[in-house]
Nanobody, 124 residues
Framework: QVQLVDSGGGLVQAGGSLRLSCAAS????????MGWFRQAPGKEREFVGA???????LYNESAKGRFTISRDNAKNTVHLEMNGLEPEDTAVYYC??????????????????WGQGTQVTVSS
């Protein structure tokens, strides 16, 4: 059974930092892009960033310069380091695995496996 488990969310003040983790089990994703998405109340799920099978990264405009995605293939884990958090970053954050190997997907439809989500709340 393939499973992605998100963790690390919490409540933080504006300007603070959090590190989210995603642990995969049931299969390895070394040939797949791993992405992070978020969904705020009343809004659609949006792409935050992704890391490819080779370690390349892509971020949306709001995440650039503040967020960093990394992966540890030996441990089958992915991390999202978030610095300079703002109240607008408040959302449920999800990790996901692209459903096609060697592709950099940016749409929710590109991803076939999802974590359960972890809540990030940034107070002003």
């Amino acid at each position: 059974q393939v499973q992605l488990v998100d963790s690390g969310g919490g409540l933080v003040q504006a300007g603070g930092s959090l590190r989210l983790s995603c642990a995969a089990s049931g299969r390895t994703f070394t040939s797949y892009t791993m992405g992070w998405f978020r969904q705020a109340p009343g809004k659609e799920r949006e792409f935050v960033g992704a890391i490819t099978w080779s370690g390349g990264t892509l971020y949306n405009e709001s995440a650039k310069g503040r967020f960093t995605i990394s992966r540890d293939n030996a441990k089958n884990t992915v991390h999202l380091e978030m610095n300079g958090l703002e109240p607008e970053d408040t959302a449920v954050y999800y990790c996901a695995a692209d459903s096609v190997p060697y592709r950099l997907g940016v749409r929710t439809a590109d991803y076939g496996y999802w974590g359960q989500g972890t809540q990030v709340t940034v107070s002003s």
